[in-house]
């Protein structure tokens, strides 16, 4: 390869193969690792290339190409290998936390969030760590399952390793993101995506509700109180054998808005964000058995999670994370309590302790409002 005048012959040849990598080798199926990486290998394989001509005393060109070419996809097939390994060892060391890799961009989402295919086939909605954030997503983590072990609908949940490959086509590598790259991937926070019903001319879903559904919002009610989520979001609704069933997508105002140091300030006292059915609850009655499950949490699974997931979820602060979890336990334990000062300070207004009457059909019937996608932001 001629070199242009005044440029190192040297240096104008890596940069022909790197331009050669680029071209080469994405078609091919080849994962590229950074330019950095690409230059490095490009370097590597022609200097190995001068090595074995000095050696030789002779190498007709066309085998000095040959090698090259061979050098530089040898070091890209011995990368990709090394990131296999590495998701193997993170899926096989995770007891608690569902691990799976993005193979497919699907669409850009809101709120810095995407749409991607795993491995697994299906859909899920990922979510990066964040520098302005550094708590979101173990605090979506913790309280998803929390709310899954107290018996609310919600998405199955895994971590999704995303290669640099294709968060280079999402535009993740600048400044903003580069830190959390870990051994050539993102690790993220992957919620499985629903195929919701869309609400029709008033606001309701095209089908039936589930006959729980009140039941679900009442647990989502305490649920909000426990976590003490600033921003109670409605449930979206999905198709189950016909009926609308309601699914608790989104778990980040949760904690005081991931807020970690204001959640370990937080008394029985706190105020808790309104809630547009909270008239809608009659009795203590109906309050109860949200009160228990919330206490049967098992925490141990919640522990586990924890220290399974990648120290940039949590900001890498682990002190921060048990001390947010003991937190909790306190708050489970103390919930009778703080419902008590609640029904007094009339967050719920037609509560007086004394019915123990079931929903009415129409309260089955949640208010246009809630079950409007304009309100759920």
């Given amino acids: 390869m001629p070199s242009e005048p005044g440029v190192d012959p ?10 050669w990598m680029k071209c ?43 090698l090259i070419q061979a050098a530089i996809l040898h070091q890209c097939w011995n990368r990709q290998l090394r990131l296999q390994s590495r998701f193997k060892e ?11 890799q993005a193979v497919k961009f699907v669409r850009r989402l809101p709120r810095d969030e995407y749409l991607v295919e795993a491995g697994d086939g299906n859909e899920y909605v990922v979510k990066f760590p964040r520098s302005d954030c550094e708590t979101l997503l173990a605090t979506e983590t913790v309280c998803v399952e929390l709310a899954r072990q107290m018996g609310l609908p919600v998405p199955s949940s895994r971590m999704i390793l995303v290669s ?20 050539g991937c993102f690790s993220c926070l992957g919620l499985r995506s629903i195929r919701e019903l869309k609400a029709e001319e008033n606001g309701k879903p095209p089908v039936r509700l589930n006959p729980k559904t009140f039941r679900y919002l009442t647990g989502a009610i ?6 003490l989520n600033l921003i109670g979001r409605p449930p979206a609704f999905h198709d189950v054998n016909g009926r609308a069933e309601p699914i608790f997508m989104d778990h980040s105002h949760c904690l005081m808005d991931a807020d970690w140091s204001r959640f370990l300030k937080a008394t029985y006292r706190e105020p808790v964000a309104r809630s547009p059915i909270a008239h809608k609850v009659r009795s203590c009655a109906q309050l109860e058995p949200w009160l228990r499950r919330a206490q049967n949490v098992d925490f141990t699974r919640l522990w586990e999670l ?49 019915s123990n009457e079931e929903p009415t059909s129409l309260e ?3 208010d246009s409002a809630i079950l409007s996608p304009r309100n759920r932001g």
């Fill in 10 to 19: 040297e240096i104008y040849e890596i940069s022909q193969w790197f331009d």
């Fill in 364 to 366: 089955l019937e949640i």
């Fill in 90 to 100: 993170v899926a096989g060391r995770a007891r608690t936390v569902r691990v799976d």
């Fill in 24 to 66: 080469e080798l994405p078609p091919g199926g080849i994962d590229l690792p950074s330019e950095e990486t690409c230059v490095l290998f490009a370097a590597l394989s022609v200097r190995l290339a001068e090595r074995v001509r000095r050696l030789c005393r002779h190498l007709p060109g066309r085998l000095r190409t040959l």
């Fill in 164 to 183: 640099r490959k294709l968060a280079g086509e999402l535009g993740l590598l600048n400044d903003r993101w580069a830190q959390f790259v870990r051994d």
């Fill in 306 to 354: 924890v220290f399974e997931l990648p120290p940039e979820w949590y900001g890498e602060q682990r002190v921060f994370v048990t001390s947010v979890l003991h937190k909790l336990e306190d708050r489970t334990r103390d919930l009778r309590r703080i419902v008590r000062y609640l029904i007094h300070t009339g967050f719920f207004p037609n509560v007086q302790g004394q």
């Fill in 222 to 227: 305490i649920f909000d109180i426990l976590t």
